[in-house]
């Protein structure tokens, strides 16, 4: 790594160390980017933080309030440019100058449209002596991120559970429950750290579930609750539909469904968003919910939706529950299309082309979860 003589030995290893920091946040919030800060004081390390989950508090703010008084006349050292706009928390720019920071030493500027540069400005103009280190390790750490800048669709995270023989329902298709207790608890919490939590109609029909967010964190806005219905069977008593007065409901439908249909959802307050009939309809559907502003979408099943999304590679990242139970002949394959039963973590994540996989027991479950190479249609016009 070359290094500009304006940076010390100290702020080179507190940097090296603000990259390892960032990795913490590796499955938890993308698609922003992971990132990491230490505060500097007369070349000793006294605060340390990162981004720990999506929607929460960026890496400097954790960091300043770790180092608490100390940070006054200190010194910065971010992985990534701090951000000067709000977004779902306020500017680290205004940060970093409320708690009287002196220097900043970046590892590399934010790519994001809105802030490229702007925030390094920002704090030079308010006096602060800001040093870009240009480091190639903290640029290859925002490749993901770079990548999810240039499509328009959410980033999608797809969770499921399954039983030892690779199925999400029995043959007679009652709802059963497969995960412990641990593993709702972690699901409660994605949900609260995501933008929307989708599922297919089908799991609507069968399951009449309410996706809401009940984990110990209060989500840091409501929880917009999605179903992919092209042709609008989701009914109009269903829980989702009956509950938008707690969090709003979305219904993705074909644009050819039935208006009555439409009207009966509506009347409930939930909202139809109409997509064009095509080729690649889920792909479109997503690329709906990414221009409403869902940036992390939560993917809850089931079979066919999840089959769906793997077959046209939109499917991001992977957390699937191995759970002990079987759930014997002819039932339900948890992603359509696939054949993960009899598997041990290794083989699954091998099928489902994982990158970054991690294998963790969650109570009697084991979690696997991964990263999926996505297809490069990123950019696809209209
Ligand atoms: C920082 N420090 O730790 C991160 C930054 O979705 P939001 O509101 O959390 O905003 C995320 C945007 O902020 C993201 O798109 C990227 O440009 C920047 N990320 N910036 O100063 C951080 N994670
Ligand atoms: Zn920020």
């Known amino acids: 790594m070359t290094v500009p003589p304006r940076v010390t030995g100290a702020e080179r290893e507190a940097l090296r160390r603000a990259q390892e920091l960032a990795l913490r946040g590796t499955g938890e919030v993308e698609p922003n980017p992971t990132v990491g800060a230490v505060v500097l004081r007369g070349g000793e390390v006294v605060g340390e933080g990162w ?12 960091a300043l309030a770790d180092a ?45 449209p809105g802030h490229a540069g702007r925030g390094l400005a920002d704090l030079r103009a308010a006096g602060v002596d800001v ?69 297919g109609v ?8 309410r996706l809401t967010a009940r984990g110990d964190e209060a989500p840091t806005r409501p ?15 269903s829980v989702l539909a009956t509950t938008t007065d707690k969090a709003p409901t979305w219904i993705v439908a ?15 307050g939930a909202r139809v968003l109409r997509v064009p009939e095509g080729p690649e309809w889920t792909a479109d559907a997503l690329e709906v919910l990414g221009l409403e502003g869902v940036r992390r979408l939560l993917v809850e099943g089931g079979s066919d939706t999840l089959g769906r999304l793997v077959a046209a590679d939109l499917v991001d990242q992977v957390a699937c529950f ?13 992603v359509a299309g696939l054949e ?21 027991p969650v109570g009697p479950d084991v979690l696997v979860r991964g990263f999926r190479p996505v297809r490069e249609d990123v950019a696809r016009d209209g």
Do not use: N
């Open 51 to 62: 981004h720990a989950r999506y929607g929460g508090p960026h890496a400097e703010v954790a």
């Open 68 to 112: 608490g008084d100390r940070a006054r006349g200190a010194t910065v050292c971010v992985t990534l440019e701090p951000c000067c706009t709000t977004g779902k928390t306020g500017p680290c720019t205004e940060a970093l100058l409320a708690a009287g920071v002196t220097r900043v030493v970046v590892g590399c500027v934010d790519p994001a």
């Open 131 to 199: 040093e870009v280190v240009g480091s190639p390790t903290c640029e290859a750490v925002l490749r993901r991120f770079t990548d999810a800048l240039a499509r328009r669709r959410p980033h999608v995270f797809a969770k499921w559970a399954m039983s030892a023989d690779g199925a999400i329902a029995p043959a007679d298709r009652t709802r059963t429950v497969l995960s412990g207790p641990e593993a709702h608890a972690l699901v409660h919490r994605w949900r609260g750290a995501v933008d929307a939590v989708l599922v």
């Open 202 to 209: 089908g799991t609507v029909v069968a399951d009449d579930p």
């Open 223 to 237: 929880l917009r609750r999605v179903v992919l219905d092209p042709r609008l069977r989701t009914p109009p008593g």
């Open 254 to 268: 074909d644009e050819e469904a039935d208006p009555r249909a439409a009207d009966a959802l509506e009347e409930h």
């Open 322 to 334: 191995l759970t002990p139970a079987r759930l014997g002949d002819d039932a339900l394959p948890a």
């Open 340 to 360: 993960l039963g009899g598997l041990d973590a290794q083989a699954i994540a091998q099928i489902l082309r994982l990158q970054g996989v991690r294998v963790e």
